[in-house]
């Protein structure tokens, strides 16, 4: 059940006046939400839930665990214990390839004998599940003793399958509380689901076609045509998951949970460091918080700090999937902040891009440029099966082809994606792209409706292609 | 929440769900034809929600290429051939059947196995000129010749020896001509049936991308066709075998054949899921006027099967509802049951 999807329309409409007509009762709130999730997880295979299940009842024991030890070392045990356990599922089914992979022999019975369903999403699950127990370790949160609440906090619908990865110190806390929705959420929920669906089903939707066609036909394209491939590819992935994200945090909203945003308009970051802080940004925190501050932040050393950036950002290649490419897709986009750090430019920018005007300054235009291409041509590392591929792309890209005329398909593909660059770039300020607080009523109800009317009309139906981060 | 919020939520919704999916005016008036080009739509519609199609394979699964069904289709197959070569005879040009099947290094389908040797022999009976790939192409390594494992498609190796195939039976026509001429005022605005320039990216729902492009005049072919004509002109008429599903323009066959033939010029109409009615149609609406002077039309034992009304209600690119013969919906009861 896609969020773009008439079904998950109709399950979103039932669960929302369900929930709403139980506002009285939180825990009955609670258990419409945790069977509404269960039934959305098990729509993708019945099995699913039960490993979801599983991990639940794991995480919930070692919060209560965790926190009953009262000395140090066995709290730090039942951790490292609870740590192991969630993430063995996680390693097993996503990292045993890579590892007996590379062990002769084992490839051909690990392929035949240990090959079982992904479960999808579990990447995130198993983060939230794993960021919960440590902030209950390090007392940043109260366990949650309901077992329906944490159930619920864990397999919300709305996160489940490409997250936001929850914090528990942020979110666990809103499954608490009552919530009767403003006017001014609910506009704003709906600007939100709105925009993700136009990303989604307009731009994202329409451009995978050529986006695969790039990478599986390589080797007889042009410099130029690969080089705006990959660029595609980008602009692709942004829309696509930007697009989920903005969609899972609308309901959410609705639902009145408020979810971590996981997008802050990153195509205009000026360096990378701010590229990395509007992309993806609850992966981002949560290897802040649970990797890069315990190993000692920037109070280290310059190379240590450089060390620890390359290891963060290959392990979370890691994390997208158990293959080199993914490592060497995170190292290179680690090794983007080594000038930066040498030569001390790593600027934390705290406003979006040129504010207040409508184009850029000069500079800030080319430091966008910069970062935007930089961050780009990593893609190709992201997008290819094996190394092999991808060195054979960059040999292609960077040929005396790259000044060729490129593909008019490609070109005519990315056009599609420039109403949604320029209309984020107009709204960059806002707290998100629907906003117009400042005009009328009917004016908003208008520019709902020329998007939705867009929607309908860009619509490709035979495209109707699965979130590409749902691999993840 | 106050009164006013709803409303104007309910307001936000609606506007954009109204002003979205009703962006279609109906025209005021439509004429006699268009109401029964939609009335035959609306039919089609029904009757394809009442009768599915059923797997080709299945009207042949007894082995018997003598049952009263396939009989009836056999005779409407030589039906649309008579009328074809007719059809071609009327403009002066020349007319070759070619046999090409997906059928490398396997055992042929039974709509090939049954139905190729009566095109050949039908072909015969009305004098046309017939070149059977199928033996040749059996001889092939699937494996290399087409997309398999994925899809029984001509690959990009498969095209090129398909090219090779097709090549001495334009060069044996060199000096075909036709005696018709059309003045640009009778010429409609496209010959094939593809969206005019189009040039998009397509999968077919199996995850293998190529690139499509048309001509201004609707054929997978990247020129336009110019008047008064310069060079002979030979018309491909054909399904997938000609379109080639999966492979971008530059390396399906006719695209091959057209830098052996640098002197003539070749116009591509095939389309996926073609078959020999839709040649016929397509030919008198459109294509004759490109003035061929040599048609060449690619056909198999899959032209036959495709005969049964199912499929033409469903594939057909004439849109119009076919009714099931006596034969044919006693057939089709016994095979629900």
């Known amino acids: 059940m896609l969020f773009n999807t008439t079904d998950f329309g109709i399950f979103f409409c039932i669960v929302l006046v369900i929930y709403w007509l139980a506002w009285k009762w939180r825990i009955v709130q609670h258990i419409i939400l945790l069977v509404a999730s269960g039934y959305f997880y098990y729509r993708f295979h019945y099995s699913l839930p039960i490993y979801l299940y599983c991990m639940i009842s794991v995480g919930f024991a070692f919060g209560l665990i965790i926190d009953v030890q009262a000395d140090a070392t066995k709290r730090k045990t039942a951790l490292t214990f609870g740590i192991c356990i969630l993430g063995l599922g996680l390693t097993y089914i996503k990292y045993s390839g890579l590892i007996l992979g590379n062990i002769h022999g084992l490839d051909q019975w690990q392929a035949s004998v240990l090959h079982i369903l992904t479960p999808i999403g579990i990447s995130y699950f198993t983060f939230s599940s794993i960021g919960y127990i440590t902030d209950v370790y390090r007392r940043t949160i109260e366990p949650e003793k309901n077992f329906i609440t944490y159930a619920t906090y864990i397999s919300y619908f709305p996160h489940i399958l490409s997250g936001p990865i ?154 997208h999937g158990a293959n080199y490419t993914f490592v060497c897709w995170g190292f290179l986009n680690g090794l983007y902040f080594v000038p930066y750090i040498l030569t001390g430019k790593l600027t934390r920018y705290k406003e979006p891009a040129s504010p207040g005007r409508i184009l850029p300054t000069a500079s800030d235009f080319l430091k966008i440029l910069l970062t935007f291409n930089l961050v780009t041509i990593t893609r190709v590392f992201f997008r290819s099966p094996n190394i092999y591929v991808a060195g054979d792309f960059f040999s292609k890209i960077f040929s005396k082809t790259l000044f060729d005329v490129p593909l008019h398909v490609v070109t005519t593909n990315l056009l599609y994606c420039m109403p ?53 | 929440m106050s009164v006013k919020s709803l409303v104007t939520i309910v307001c936000l919704l609606s506007a954009g769900i109204i002003s979205g999916c009703s962006n279609e005016p109906k025209p005021a008036k439509i004429s006699r034809e268009e109401a029964a080009i939609e009335a035959d739509k609306k039919k089609l519609d029904d009757m394809n929600h009442q009768y599915a199609r059923i797997p080709d394979e299945r009207i042949l699964e007894d082995h018997n290429p003598n049952t009263p069904l396939y009989t009836e289709l056999k005779g409407r197959y030589k039906e649309h051939l008579k009328k074809l070569q007719k059809d071609v005879a009327a403009t002066g040009a020349q007319f070759v059947v070619v046999i090409i099947n997906n059928g490398a290094g396997h055992n042929p389908a039974l709509s090939n196995l049954y139905g190729n040797p009566y095109i050949v022999s039908t072909c015969k009976e009305l004098g046309i000129e ?195 013969s006596a034969i044919e919906d006693n057939y089709y009861s016994t095979y629900l049951k």
Not at chain 2, 145 to 169: E, N
Not at chain 2, 193 to 220: F, I, S, T
Request: aromatic letters at 14%; glycine letters at 6%; a neutral charge.
């Open chain 1, 166 to 319: 929850p914090s528990a110190a942020k979110i666990l806390p809103q499954f608490r509380k009552n919530f009767v929705p403003t006017f001014e959420q609910i506009e704003q929920s709906l600007g939100e689901i709105v925009w993700g669906l136009f990303k989604k089903m307009v731009v994202a939707d329409n451009v995978v076609l050529t986006v695969n066609y790039v990478f599986s036909h390589y080797q007889d394209l042009n410099g130029s045509s690969l080089f705006l491939g990959v660029t595609l590819f980008s602009l692709y992935l942004y829309a696509d998951f930007s697009g989920y994200s903005e969609i899972a945090m609308g309901a959410s909203r609705l639902l009145g949970i408020e979810l971590t945003k996981n997008f802050r308009m990153p195509f205009f970051s000026r360096n990378p460091s701010e590229f990395w802080r509007r992309w993806h940004t609850s992966l981002r925190k949560w290897f802040l918080d649970y990797i890069y501050m315990p190993m000692g932040g920037k109070k280290v050393s310059t190379l240590k700090y450089i060390m620890l950036i390359l290891f963060i950002f290959s392990f979370s290649g890691l994390w």
């Open chain 1, 420 to 472: 949604m660059l320029i209309i984020e770039w107009i709204q960059r300020e806002k707290d998100y792209v629907l906003e117009a607080k400042k005009l009328n009523i009917i004016i908003r109800i208008l520019i709902f409706g020329l998007v939705i009317a867009s929607i309908c009309y860009f619509h490709k139906t035979r495209n109707n292609s699965e979130y590409y981060y749902f691999k993840f």
């Open chain 2, 130 to 324: 017939c070149v059977d790939l199928s033996p040749v192409i059996a001889q092939q390594d699937p494996y290399v010749v087409s997309q398999t494992p994925r899809d029984g498609h001509w690959s990009k190796k498969g095209a090129a020896f398909l090219a090779s195939q097709l090549a001495p039976i334009i060069r044996s026509h060199s000096n075909a001509k036709s005696t018709v001429t059309y003045k640009d005022s009778e010429r409609p605005e496209t010959f094939g049936d593809l969206p005019p320039n189009d040039d998009e990216v397509l999968d077919g729902g199996k995850d293998m991308p190529y690139h499509v492009q048309a001509n201004a005049q609707g054929c997978r072919m990247t020129h336009d066709i110019k008047f008064p004509k310069t060079k002979q002109h030979v018309l491909f008429l054909g399904g997938s075998q000609l379109y080639s599903p999966y492979l971008d323009n530059e390396f399906i066959a006719v695209t091959l054949l057209e830098k052996q033939f640098p002197n003539a010029e070749l116009i591509n109409t095939a389309a996926i899921a073609s078959t020999i009615d839709d040649y016929v149609s397509l030919f008198e609406e459109k294509a004759k006027y490109c003035e061929p002077d040599l048609v060449i039309v690619q056909t198999n034992g899959g032209d036959i099967t495709d005969f049964f009304f199912t499929n033409r209600n469903h594939l057909s690119r004439i849109l119009k509802p076919r009714m099931p």
